[in-house]
């Protein structure tokens, strides 16, 4: 079974920025659509933000345009999530899911093969 690894969670102020980081073996890496999905307690796990494997395609939950941004570090094979200007109701785990074939169904978590075990975000306002 793949690993897929998040770091970098924690608690921060509101307005304040949080840099996330998903390290996927190789193989995965190279020839998997990455994306981002986060669960608040109490709500379905939503989708955030997605990259295609060249890195070109990326694709953003309306509730993050312009104050995430996803991106791939090809040197650590690792997907990189920016999350700036952060504001309480971002408060949520985050979670790392890879998918070889995702198509149009880049928000549905059933369409991704692989996850990781998530990371805390905790936004305090």
């Known amino acids: 079974q793949a690993q897929l690894v998040e770091s970098g969670g924690g608690l921060v102020q509101a307005g304040d920025s949080l840099r996330l980081s998903c390290a996927a073996p190789?193989?995965?890496?190279?020839?998997?659509?990455m994306g981002w999905f986060r669960q608040a307690p109490g709500k379905e796990r939503e989708f955030v933000a997605g990259i295609g494997v060249s890195g070109d395609e990326t694709q953003y939950a309306d509730s993050v345009k312009g104050r995430f941004t996803i991106a791939r570090d090809n040197a650590k094979n690792a997907a990189v999530l920016q999350m700036n200007s952060l504001k309480s109701e971002d408060t949520a785990v985050y979670y790392c899911?890879?998918?070889?074939?995702?198509?149009?169904?880049?928000?549905?978590?059933?369409?991704?093969?692989?996850w990781g075990q998530g990371t805390q975000v905790t936004v305090a306002s």
């Open positions: 899911a890879a998918s070889f074939s995702i198509g149009e169904y880049y928000t549905l978590s059933s369409a991704y093969d692989y």
């Open positions: 190789g193989r995965i890496f190279s020839t998997y659509y």
